[in-house]
């Protein structure tokens, strides 16, 4: 009974790591195109990914008739975490 499961983790742990190298791959790609170092590209992705979920939540509170818990969520938290990410990334850099 407990095969399954491990079967699951060990498969699910194998994917992770493929698909992690080909993260760090493409940011490191992505780096060398812009010119800019590695650190500064993958602090501006982790920003925007960090901020989607709440941008969902916003979007469907806007839907559902209530804009203020909407507003508030879109306009306190995504606002200040890109804010904060890409100063905090430029502030770091050294380019």
């Known amino acids: 009974m407990l095969w399954p499961y491990l079967l699951l983790f060990f498969t699910c742990c194998a994917v992770f790591y493929f698909v992690g190298e080909l993260v760090v791959s493409s940011l ?32 469907s509170s806007a839907l559902q008739g209530i804009p203020q818990l909407s507003f508030g969520d879109v306009a306190g938290n995504n606002l200040v975490a890109l804010t904060l990410g890409v100063a905090l990334a430029t502030f770091f850099s050294t380019a």
């Open 28 to 59: 490191m790609r992505i780096s060398i195109f812009l010119g800019w170092r590695e650190f500064v590209v993958a602090f501006i992705v982790v920003a925007f990914a960090s901020s989607l979920p709440n941008l969902f939540v916003g979007i």
